[in-house]
């Protein structure tokens, strides 16, 4: 016996009538109405929500007000929290591997990453399960600066052309992890390099994921490539990767495929990273800017 959802949906429960989810008008993103994150959803809310993420690739909520226990609980919803291997390090991991379950995004307090630029990045894709989306949730919010933009990475590899396609199709890319690279410094190379060329010593651990990866709950296929991490295509040579990776990124960078975020306090932005970027602007260090940020553990690319 099969029913189809239409069925089932009464079945799950009443859907309160100010619930809605309202798509935004950009490439990708969608404000959830009427919901709060502190109160346990019902059965049609929940699977509302994640269709909507897998349709829109990010969840705005705004007016939250949850404490640590209550946005963990939420996030149990859609998944484990993420951990990253023991020799693997990622943001706001301690000397011996392991990472707390809530980051704090902040350049104040004992946050994390300062005021500076973000270039555009999935979280934990230099890890073998990349992390399969995160949560950030606004506490202080400056006037200006430190806007969040995500990049629709389907949109992106659906407008390459046909030769590009069938060039990358079957591409593996090691996306070498940044946190290692801070801890080795290339001598005499000002800054991180942006394509591993064969005099540079690789980074190890390393792992290799499909450049055009197919997303786990859509089939859709997307290309999964960062701004600005240094990368290497397995098994092509050097010059010609680079330059193909130079091209993509510029592709991929274009406004047309972006969603600029304007922070309130209260905010719960909940992103695929399975299927978006996002890159964050600079802000004066004199503001005080504060998130917490907790990400969702992943399965292995293909
Ligand atoms: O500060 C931001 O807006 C984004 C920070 C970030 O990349 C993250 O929390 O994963
Ligand atoms: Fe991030």
């Known amino acids: 016996m099969s029913a189809s959802l239409a069925e089932l949906a009464p079945r799950l429960a009443t859907v309160p009538a100010s619930f809605r989810i309202v798509p935004l008008d950009a490439a990708l993103g969608a404000v959830v109405e009427g919901f709060d994150v502190r109160n346990a959803p019902v059965g049609a809310q929940l699977w509302a929500l994640k269709t909507a993420l897998r349709e829109h690739h990010i969840l705005v909520f705004r007016g939250q007000q949850p404490d640590d226990a209550a946005f963990l609980d939420f996030t149990s919803h859609f998944g484990t929290v993420f951990a990253p291997p023991r020799n693997a390090p990622v943001l ?65 590899y659906e407008a390459l052309d046909e030769p590009t396609r069938r060039e990358i199709d079957g591409l593996q890319l090691i996306t070498y992890n940044p946190f290692l690279r801070r801890r080795h410094p290339l001598p005499g190379v000002a800054g991180v390099p942006r394509y591993r060329t064969p005099d540079i010593e690789p980074l190890t651990p390393w792992v290799a994921h499909p450049l055009v990866r197919t997303h786990p709950d859509s089939g859709k296929r997307l290309l999964y490539l960062g701004e600005a991490t240094e990368v290497e295509i397995v098994g ?14 510029a592709h991929l960078l274009q406004p047309r495929f972006a969603y600029t975020h304007r922070w309130q306090v209260g905010d719960i932005v909940y992103w695929d990273n399975q299927a978006t970027l996002h890159s964050r602007t600079a802000f004066d260090p004199a503001t005080r800017r504060r998130l917490k940020r907790i990400s969702l553990s992943g399965s292995r690319p293909f």
């Open 92 to 156: 706001g991991s301690d000397p011996y591997g392991a990472a707390p379950d809530i980051v704090l995004v902040s350049n104040v307090d004992d946050g994390l990453l300062g005021n500076a630029e973000l270039t555009a990045h999935a979280d934990h894709h230099w890890t073998p399960q990349p992390s399969s989306g995160s949560l950030l949730y606004a506490l202080e919010i400056p006037a200006t600066g430190g806007d969040t933009t995500w990049f629709n990475l389907v949109k992106a």
């Open 236 to 249: 092509y040579d050097a010059s010609r990767g680079a330059a193909l990776i130079a091209r993509l990124r």
